[in-house]
């Protein structure tokens, strides 16, 4: 009963707004220049669905490439700066330094030296690399003092300890870094396809939002807009499923409340 | 009664922040006792244990072991269970024959006769959290067990458990040591507890970890529900209990 209310009562109140922006928008006779009803957006997203929905995919597979680049790139400097804390001293400010300059100021740039594609690659991976380093090496520092001890009373090999006790232990802030590199990413691509959108390049969605707001055709910046919400949800939800499925019976992030 | 089995010799251990634990310890070990160390909170007795598992060096004296083979072979209970949460029981059990390289097929007929010693046998697919706190610590002495040590180290293991299921754990540690004929090196902050689990308490004090007093028990006595009530075991506790006053007392 629960789950059906937990979905319920979240869509119906969608729902509730949705149909209220509808009403507003017949009542006061808004033109769509201004504002489109819900049902002319999902008209126009219908009707330019090749487009747009070519766009998605363009924008979903950067996305999901700079992420796989950020993950593997992420736990493998992780696993080496856990290696020493020389390291760790010389090459986290690097990390950091980019961690803290806003990723549309860097964006410009890299189209100066590269293709668009590139670019927009290159931007969502920066943005989803830190969280997933920051996070994976601090899971792999933080483990349990008495596991630690355990392991060293029965004279584990470091390999032994990185694969039976750190690389587990760090799964859950891993898992946690992935979720918020994976929004992180997308939002990377998105404004680099701004920048780009903006010398008239790109194919990804928020090319064609900039395309059609040049163009004065807001119902499908909206349409435009919406899909981007879709792909940041649909990347939301599968990582944390992912994170449920890993974690399910062991860690407390997994557990279902009250149980 | 044999001989030591290890002996610390003027042992001293003063930590970094500049607190002496301990100074010019002198305690054996004898093969074969069940051996507790009593005391009040913070007068050494834990980093006794870790000094014997070798987690910690002393500042000063050595640990001797009689066969230094021993000192590789040791089964340690930590106070928390200290279970790998994302192992199943088995894993955790199974996970000291791991760490010396031996196959999982291998290990398993010993792995298992462990969790049966602990009557966990039917729970070897269960997660700690699956567990309920007297069944994490049995899996954490499956684990101890398992790769059959000479010496036992108990760090209050009971300490965070209800009372009865203390009671019930004592009772089957004692059935667990007439079985395997292990030393074990017992920590603990409970006066009735040291009483009916140990061949010799050792009352420590909290000012640098002094040995305030030895209590022999006879080791031929039944550890069963009638020792717990009979008058030898209140003579046990008052002297233990006396001790322990003492103890605390020279610290304040």
Request: one cysteine or more.
């Amino acid at each position: 009963m629960t789950k059906l209310r937990d979905i319920a009562i979240p869509l119906a109140v969608f729902a509730a707004a949705l149909g209220f922006w509808e009403w507003v928008v017949a009542w006061k006779a808004i033109p769509p220049y201004v504002l489109p009803a819900p049902s002319a957006i999902l008209a126009k997203l219908v009707e330019d669905r090749a487009l747009l929905f070519s766009s998605l995919i363009a924008t979903l597979g950067v996305t999901l490439k700079a992420l796989l680049i950020a993950t593997v790139c992420g736990v493998a400097l992780a696993l080496l700066l856990a290696q020493s804390k020389w390291l760790e001293r010389a090459l986290l400010p690097f990390a950091i330094i980019l961690q803290v300059t806003p990723i549309i100021a860097i964006a410009p740039l890299l189209l100066v030296y590269m293709q668009p594609e590139n670019a927009v690659l290159v931007c969502a991976f920066l943005v989803a690399f830190f969280p997933i380093l920051s996070n994976t090496a601090l899971g792999l520092a933080s483990v349990d003092h008495a596991l630690r001890d355990l392991f060293d009373l029965y004279h584990a090999s470091a390999w032994q300890k990185l694969i039976y006790l750190r690389l587990p232990a760090a799964l859950p802030q891993f898992l946690t870094g992935l979720r918020i590199g994976g929004g992180l990413s997308l939002i990377g691509a998105i404004v680099a396809e701004l920048a780009a959108g903006a010398s008239g390049q790109g194919t990804g969605l928020a090319y064609r939002i900039v395309e059609a707001g040049f163009r004065l055709d807001i119902p499908r910046m909206f349409a435009a807009l919406a899909l981007i919400s879709a792909a940041g949800l649909a990347i939301y939800g599968a990582l944390a499923a992912l994170s449920h499925v890993l974690l399910r019976g062991w860690h407390e992030s997994a557990r279902e409340r009250g149980e | 009664m044999s001989g030591a089995l290890l002996s610390l010799h003027a042992i001293a251990k003063t930590f970094p922040n500049g607190v002496t634990a301990l100074a010019g310890l002198d305690l054996d070990v004898r093969e074969g006792e069940t051996l507790t160390l009593l005391g009040p909170s913070g007068c050494g007795k834990s980093t006794v244990l870790r000094l014997i598992a070798g987690l910690a060096k002393p500042s000063a004296g050595a640990v001797v072991w009689a066969d230094p083979r021993a000192r590789k072979n040791l089964g340690v209970v930590f106070q928390d269970a200290t279970l790998l949460p994302w192992a199943s029981v088995f894993d955790n059990a199974y996970l000291p024959l791991r760490l010396k390289g031996e196959s999982r097929a291998g290990a398993t007929p010993r792995v298992m006769e462990a969790l049966a010693r602990v009557g966990l046998a039917d729970f070897a697919a269960a997660l700690p959290r699956e567990l309920s706190g007297g069944m994490k610590m049995r899996c954490a002495i499956a684990r101890a067990l398992v790769t059959r040590p000479a010496l036992i180290l108990m760090d209050e293991p009971f300490a965070a458990l209800d009372e009865v299921t203390r009671f019930k754990l004592n009772d089957d540690l004692v059935a667990l040591k007439n079985d395997l004929g292990a030393t074990i090196v017992f920590v603990t902050h409970s006066i009735f507890e040291s009483a009916f689990l140990s061949t010799r308490i050792v009352v420590m004090s909290r000012q640098h970890g002094r040995i305030v007093e030895e209590i022999e028990i006879d080791p031929s006595l039944a550890r069963d529900s009638d020792f717990r009530m009979s008058e030898g075991f209140s003579e046990i506790c008052r002297r233990a209990s006396r001790a322990l006053r003492q103890a605390t007392g020279e610290a304040a």
